[in-house]
C-alpha cells in the first residue's frame, strides 16, 4: 500500500513491542504530533495491509488469538468514544484550538472504526456535535467524517445517514437562505446529496435536488470569495464530476484577470482551496476526463508561474499546494505532463517550499537528474549574488535529498560525483555541504574517502622521501669518513718522514759525519719544508676544496631531483583527487615526466670528470634565459602546429605571451579554453622548449 510509509512501518514495528496497537493509535491522537495524528488515519484507512503485514497477536488466558481488523476498530472505537465524552473534550465552544483539534481528530476516527454493530452509538454522539453552541470545526469535521469516512457499504447506509440529517434539521430553510450565508459545513451535505442523488430517487423529491444544484451554481458564481472558498473547501472534500467544467471557468477567469486585478492577500484561502479542488478532482473516477485533469495541471502550472512574481511570503501556503498537486496529477499521467527545474522554489526562503520542490522533482525526474537539477539552481544563485547560499536553504535541500536518498540511494551518489567532478567549484563545495549536512555513516564515508585516499598516498610519497634523504645522508656521512681516513692516513705517512729524517740525522752524528752536515741540513731541510707544504698547506686544501664542492654539486642535483619529483607528484596527487579514474594516457605523461628527471638526475651524476664544468653551464644557461619567454608570434605558431584553433584565436586576440601564459592561475586556463591540469602541464613544457 503506498498510504503506508517506510517511516510509518518502522514506528509501527517499535511501538508495538510494548503496545497494543488500539493503544498506540489512540496516544497519538490524543498526544501526538499533526504527523502522528496523519499517522493514525493512515492505518485505519489501510488497517487490513496492516494487519497482514505485521501479524498482530495478542495473548488471551494463555492462549494465541490472531486479532482481526474489525476486532482492532471496534476496540478503538469505544476507547475514542470513551475520550470524547470525557470533560476535557466537552463540545461546548471552546478558544482553545488544541482541545478543538484533538476532538475533530477523535471524531474522524471515530467514524473510521464505526462498523454495523456501533453505526447508531457512533451517530447518537454526532448529532449532539450540530447544536448551536458547537464551533464550526467539530460541525464541519462532523459532516465530513459521517459522509466520507463511515463506510458506505455498511447496512442501510444512505437511508440513515438521510434520516440522521433529516432528524436533525441541518440544512434547514435553505430556499430562503442566500448562498452568501450557506455555512461550510452545510456545502458538504449539498454536494454530497448532489453526488448521490441516485439513491434518493424516494427520500427527496425532484425539486429539493434542483434547489441544491442551483445553490451550488449561484456559489460558483457569486462576487464573494468567501462563498466559492467554502464551496471549494467542500468540493476537496467531495469532488462532483458535474461541476469539473465550472471549476475549470472559475480558474480560467481568475488567472486571465490577474493583469488587471492582482491577487490580494485576503482572498488567500480562496486560491488555496482552489488548489485543494484540483486535488480533489484528480480522484475522481470517471471515463473522459483526462483532457480536463490535464488542463487543471496546465492552470496550476501557469498559476505557480503567476505567485513567482509575489514576492509575499504569506503565498507560499499556496506555492506548496500546488506542488503537492503536481505529485498527485503525476501519478496518474506521467510523463505526459511535464514542469519546468523549479528553481524559484529550491531556492525559496521557507524551507517546506523548498522540501516539496524537491519532492516534486523527485517525482519527475531521475535521481542524478534530480540533483544536477538541485546544483545548477544553487550554482546560478551564488553567482548571482556573489556569495554562497544561505544555511537554511542548504539545510532544507539537504534534509529533501536524505528523505530522497532514502527512497533512492543513487542521490547520494550522485552527490558524490558532482562533488569530485562538478563543472565549477561552486558546484563542488556546495555538493560537500550537503552532503555534510545530510549525515549518516554513507555521507561521512563519502566525505572521508578522497581524504583517506590523500592522505594515504601523501604517506608514502613522505616515506619515499624521507627514505631518499636518510640515503644522501648516509652517503654524506660515507664521505666525511672517508676524507678522516684519508686525512689520518697522510698524517701518519707525514709523522713516518719526519722520523726517518730525525734518525737519518742521528746516525750521521753518531758516525762523525760532520762533513756531510751542510747537504744533510739542505737536502733534508728542503725536504721537510715540502713535506711540510705538500701536506698541511698545498695537498689537505685541494683535496677539502674538491671534498667540498663535490658535495655541494651532489646536494644540489639531489635538492633538484627530489624538487622535480615533488611538483609531478602533487600534480598527480590533484588529478587523482578530481577524478573517479585516469586515462591511460594522462598516467603515460606523468611516467615520462618521471623517467625525464631520472635519467637526467643520472647524466649528470655519470659525468664525474666535468661536474664542475657541467654545473657552471647549466648555472649560465639558467641565468641566460631566466627572463626568456616565447612571443607571441611563436605561440601562435605552437598552437597552430598543435590544431588548437581555439586557443590560437583567444591568443591573437588578446595578444598573450610566454610571460602571461606562464603566470596564468586555472581560471584563466579554463578561460582559454583549457580544462585539464595534464594539458595545461603539457603546454607549459612545450613552450619552455621552445625558448631554451
Not at 484550538?97 to 452509538?121: A, G, K, P, Q
Not at 448521490?196 to 435536488?209: G, P, T
Not at 646536494?555 to 573517479?580: A, T, V
Not at 654545473?615 to 631566466?626: F, G, Q, R, T
Request: hydrophobic share 35%.
Amino acid at each position: 500500500m503506498s498510504e503506508i510509509s517506510d517511516t510509518l512501518k518502522s514506528k509501527i514495528k517499535i511501538h508495538l513491542k510494548e503496545k497494543k496497537i488500539e493503544d498506540i493509535l489512540l496516544s497519538w491522537t490524543l498526544d501526538g504530533t499533526y504527523e502522528e495524528k496523519k499517522y493514525t488515519y493512515d492505518v485505519l484507512k489501510n488497517m487490513d495491509f496492516i494487519i497482514d503485514n505485521f501479524n498482530l497477536i495478542r495473548k488471551i488466558k494463555n492462549k494465541e488469538e490472531q486479532l482481526s481488523s474489525s476486532n482492532i476498530k471496534k476496540n478503538l472505537f469505544y476507547l475514542v468514544l470513551s475520550n470524547l465524552n470525557d470533560d476535557k473534550y466537552n463540545l461546548q465552544k471552546s478558544n482553545d484550538m488544541n482541545i478543538i483539534t484533538t476532538r475533530i481528530w477523535m471524531i474522524t476516527n471515530l467514524c473510521l472504526t464505526c462498523d454495523n454493530s456501533t453505526f447508531d452509538e457512533c451517530l447518537k454522539y454526532l448529532k449532539d456535535c450540530f447544536n448551536s453552541n458547537v464551533d464550526e470545526y467539530t460541525k464541519f469535521f462532523s459532516v465530513e467524517g459521517i459522509l466520507n469516512c463511515i463506510n458506505s457499504q455498511l447496512n442501510d447506509y444512505y437511508d440513515k445517514i438521510h434520516r440522521f440529517f433529516k432528524d436533525i434539521n441541518l440544512l434547514g430553510n435553505l430556499n430562503n437562505t442566500p448562498s452568501e450565508n450557506i455555512e461550510r459545513y452545510k456545502w458538504c451535505l449539498l454536494l454530497w446529496y448532489i453526488k448521490n442523488e441516485r439513491y434518493y430517487q424516494e427520500a427527496l423529491f425532484s425539486n429539493d435536488i434542483k434547489l441544491f444544484k442551483s445553490k451550488v451554481i449561484s456559489a460558483f458564481e457569486s462576487e464573494s470569495f468567501e462563498t466559492k472558498s467554502n464551496l471549494l473547501y467542500c468540493y476537496g472534500s467531495i469532488p462532483i464530476y458535474c461541476y469539473i467544467k465550472k471549476v475549470i471557468e472559475l480558474f480560467e477567469n481568475m488567472l486571465r484577470s490577474e493583469e488587471t486585478n492582482k491577487f490580494k492577500r485576503f482572498n488567500l484561502i480562496f486560491y488555496l482551496n482552489l488548489v485543494r479542488t484540483c486535488i480533489g478532482i484528480r480522484y475522481i473516477e470517471a471515463d473522459n476526463i483526462e483532457n480536463e485533469k490535464e488542463l487543471l495541471h496546465i492552470l496550476l502550472f501557469r498559476l505557480l508561474k503567476i505567485l513567482r512574481n509575489y514576492n509575499d511570503p504569506i503565498w507560499n501556503v499556496v506555492k506548496k499546494e500546488i506542488l503537492r498537486a503536481f505529485r498527485k496529477y503525476h501519478s496518474i499521467f506521467k510523463s505526459k505532463i511535464i514542469i519546468d527545474d523549479l528553481s524559484e522554489e529550491l531556492l525559496n526562503t521557507d524551507k517546506n517550499v523548498v522540501i516539496e520542490a524537491c519532492k516534486t522533482l523527485h517525482t519527475f525526474n531521475s535521481p542524478q537528474l534530480c540533483t544536477n537539477i538541485i546544483l545548477e539552481s544553487l550554482n546560478n544563485e551564488i553567482s548571482r549574488i556573489g556569495y554562497e547560499a544561505s544555511n537554511d536553504i542548504v539545510i532544507a535541500l539537504s534534509s529533501s535529498l536524505k528523505w530522497m536518498n532514502n527512497k533512492n540511494n543513487h542521490i547520494l551518489e550522485s552527490l558524490e560525483e558532482q562533488m569530485h567532478r562538478g563543472s565549477t567549484d561552486i558546484i563542488r563545495n556546495t555538493s560537500r555541504r550537503i552532503i555534510s549536512e545530510m549525515g549518516g555513516s554513507n555521507a561521512i564515508k563519502k566525505l572521508d574517502f578522497r581524504n583517506t585516499l590523500n592522505n594515504n598516498y601523501s604517506c608514502r610519497i613522505d616515506k619515499a622521501q624521507n627514505d631518499v634523504e636518510k640515503l644522501f645522508t648516509s652517503t654524506i656521512n660515507d664521505a666525511k669518513h672517508g676524507f678522516r681516513v684519508s686525512l689520518i692516513m697522510d698524517i701518519i705517512v707525514f709523522l713516518v718522514g719526519i722520523i726517518l729524517i730525525c734518525v737519518s740525522g742521528f746516525i750521521a752524528i753518531i758516525n762523525n759525519e760532520t762533513e756531510n752536515w751542510a747537504g744533510i741540513t739542505a737536502t733534508g731541510g728542503t725536504g721537510v719544508l715540502t713535506i711540510l707544504y705538500s701536506l698541511f698547506l698545498s695537498k689537505p686544501r685541494e683535496k677539502v676544496k674538491e671534498a667540498v664542492t663535490h658535495l655541494m654539486y651532489l646536494k644540489i642535483i639531489f635538492l633538484g631531483y627530489i624538487r622535480e619529483l615533488n611538483q609531478i607528484d602533487q600534480c598527480f596527487n590533484q588529478n587523482l583527487i578530481e577524478s573517479d579514474s585516469m586515462p591511460t594516457d594522462d598516467i603515460k605523461v606523468y611516467s615520462d615526466s618521471i623517467n625525464f628527471v631520472m635519467n637526467s638526475c643520472v647524466q649528470l651524476l655519470s659525468n664525474s670528470k666535468n661536474n664542475i664544468e657541467l654545473l657552471k653551464n647549466k648555472l649560465n644557461d639558467n641565468e641566460n634565459n631566466i627572463n626568456k619567454y616565447a612571443t607571441t608570434d611563436e605561440l601562435v605558431k605552437y598552437f597552430r602546429k598543435e590544431n588548437e584553433n581555439d586557443i590560437l584565436e583567444k591568443i591573437t586576440e588578446n595578444n598573450i605571451d610566454g610571460e602571461i601564459l606562464e603566470s596564468m592561475d586555472r581560471s584563466g586556463w579554463i578561460e582559454l579554453g583549457v580544462d585539464s591540469s595534464i594539458k595545461q602541464a603539457k603546454i607549459q613544457k612545450d613552450i619552455k622548449d621552445i625558448v631554451v
